[in-house]
């Protein structure tokens, strides 16, 4: 029962409690979770008593929403009162938060569980799961291979079962890289549509929370839960979110998907992946889409736009551990630059020096308008890009990763490869847009996952689609051994 629907459907018929799913949860968090290296922390008995309220709320005809008593694990980036949030890093270590989020807060009035926390990159900065100081999380289909990141622990739990859902954020991809590895559906919502209020930040221009499920129907309940203006976060968007299940008709005709030309291209891509892909959006066309081909021009400077960006975002918001507030602070020291330097330099770790290092630099005197203020303005031109595109289509469909997981340890040492391989994924946080990755294939067993892009503030259409997509198919229901 490891999808959030079949949950649903069994609490809804009395097969089983919340407190039996809560319990069921726990047992596979301690082992498969462990051994995964997807959880890392769990709430257990406060998780109990939530679910034992959840099964007295039922009894009683008050079922707040679709997740009423379903298990659910956080990204270990959100904050929830009275609990650990590490960022998976040293410097964190010793943080507890003295407030919820708004994603702990809103999943709880909609009825869910929190269980506790999922394995990450350490400040959500890498693309594999090893950047942890929990150590790396595990691909269920082949424990040998990554996971994805930088909500890969997220993405694993779900893929091997262990909850029907799981929240991640999402800068650059990641959502929707390891959604694509462990062969589950991630969803990245409209920069906006739901509150970083709590979400520890790694860049805020780009960051934003989204959920980890089996179909795009469940998608649309956890967005519908999650969703919404919240004034604490200044870049809240004030629209409501609409109800998104109506949309899920499972009829496509007189939609259009365009194909851009720079994602179908011999570029670095595996065949395989492009070929998988391709097949998806056949399936769709079959059913009565009509496909054309669109152009993203600037998508060759996306990926150093990117990282221009997002690491100076970065360099900007870390300053804040310095080891004199909160977190890690360094003994033995003799003056305050002293600590500053030990906490830091013992707190951090490499990936995350080296882009606070990035971001530093490109925001320095002399460098600014030439890296930064530059990286802005192409920013603008892959806006254009999408808004030009939108005109010929509804939504646009292509990869979402150039491969399938690959090896634990096979890119440690070559961060540029890592960096490169998020071609795909990072014009929609450029640009603010909605992204869904569902899988469409295997390679030699492995996931293949199939991106769709939408316009800003239209997650229904996009839901449509991958939801019209899943009742054509069943890569969605195929799963990991063991799960």
């Known amino acids: 029962m490891e999808s959030l629907e079949a949950q649903r459907a069994a609490l809804e018929a009395s097969e089983i409690s919340s407190v039996e799913l809560v319990t069921e949860a726990l047992a596979r968090s301690e082992d498969s979770g462990?051994?995964?290296?997807?959880?890392?922390?769990?709430?257990?008995?406060?998780?109990?008593?939530?679910?034992?309220?959840?099964?007295?709320?039922?009894?009683?005809?008050?079922?707040?929403?679709?997740?009423?008593?379903?298990?659910?694990?956080?990204?270990?980036?959100?904050?929830?009162?009275?609990?650990?949030?590490?960022?998976?890093?040293?410097?964190?270590?010793?943080?507890?938060?003295?407030?919820?989020?708004?994603?702990?807060?809103?999943?709880?009035?909609?009825?869910?569980?929190?269980?506790?926390?999922?394995n990450m990159d350490e400040f959500a900065m890498g693309a594999t799961t090893e950047n942890s100081i929990f150590g790396p999380a595990h691909n269920p289909w082949d424990p040998a291979r990554t996971c994805g990141g930088s909500s890969g622990g997220s993405a694993a739990a779900v893929a091997a079962g262990i909850t029907g859902f799981a929240l991640g954020s999402d800068t650059g991809g990641s959502i929707r890289q390891p959604a694509s590895f462990c062969g589950v559906v991630g969803m990245k919502p409209t920069y906006g549509r739901v509150s970083r209020w709590g979400l520890v930040a790694f860049a805020s221009s780009l960051d934003q929370i989204g959920p980890f499920t089996h179909t795009a129907r469940e998608a649309a309940w956890v967005l519908e839960a999650i969703g919404g203006h919240d004034p604490r976060d200044s870049t809240s968007l004030p629209e409501a979110l609409p109800s998104l299940e109506p949309a899920l008709t499972g009829d496509v005709a007189g939609l259009t998907i365009g194909l851009p030309k720079e994602y179908f291209?011999?570029?670095?891509?595996?065949?395989?992946?492009?070929s998988a892909v391709r097949q998806g959006v056949d399936t769709l066309e079959r059913a009565g889409a009509k496909v054309v081909e669109v152009t993203l021009p600037h998508t060759p400077y996306v990926v150093s736009t990117y990282y221009l960006v997002a690491t100076a975002e970065a360099s900007s918001n870390l300053a804040r551990y310095d080891g004199a507030?909160?977190?890690?602070?360094?003994?033995?020291?003799?003056?305050?630059?002293?600590?500053?330097?030990?906490?830091?330099?013992?707190?951090?770790?490499?990936?995350?020096?080296?882009?606070?290092?990035?971001?530093?630099?490109?925001?320095?005197?002399?460098?600014?308008?030439?890296?930064?203020?530059?990286?802005?303005?192409?920013?603008?031109?892959?806006?254009?890009?999408?808004?030009?595109?939108f005109e010929r289509c509804d939504v646009i469909?292509?990869?979402?990763?150039?491969?399938?997981?690959?090896?634990?340890?096979?890119?440690?040492?070559?961060?540029?490869?890592?960096?490169?391989g998020d071609i795909y994924t990072v014009s929609a946080n450029l640009a603010g847009l909605p992204g869904i990755s569902l899988p469409c294939g295997e390679i030699d067993g492995l996931p293949v996952g199939m991106q769709l892009l939408g316009r800003a503030l239209d997650e229904a259409t996009l839901l449509r689609v991958a939801d019209a997509f899943q009742r054509l198919t069943d890569h969605h229901e195929r799963r990991p051994p063991g799960a």
């Open 325 to 389: 507030r909160y977190g890690r602070r360094a003994e033995g020291v003799e003056d305050l630059d002293a600590m500053y330097r030990r906490s830091r330099s013992e707190g951090f770790g490499a990936e995350v020096k080296r882009r606070i290092l990035l971001g530093t630099y490109v925001l320095s005197a002399g460098y600014f308008d030439a890296y930064y203020r530059k990286a802005q303005q192409v920013r603008t031109l892959v806006r254009g890009d999408f808004e030009q595109a």
């Open 34 to 118: 462990k051994d995964l290296g997807a959880v890392i922390g769990l709430r257990a008995e406060a998780a109990l008593a939530e679910a034992a309220e959840s099964d007295a709320r039922r009894r009683g005809g008050d079922s707040r929403s679709p997740l009423e008593g379903a298990p659910v694990l956080l990204k270990d980036n959100m904050v929830m009162q009275g609990e650990p949030t590490t960022c998976a890093s040293r410097i964190l270590e010793p943080f507890v938060s003295p407030y919820d989020g708004a994603a702990a807060e809103r999943l709880q009035a909609a009825g869910a569980i929190i269980l506790g926390r999922a």
């Open 265 to 274: 291209v011999d570029d670095g891509a595996d065949p395989a992946v492009i």
């Open 397 to 420: 469909a292509g990869p979402t990763y150039p491969e399938v997981a690959f090896p634990i340890g096979a890119k440690l040492d070559d961060p540029v490869s890592l960096y490169l």
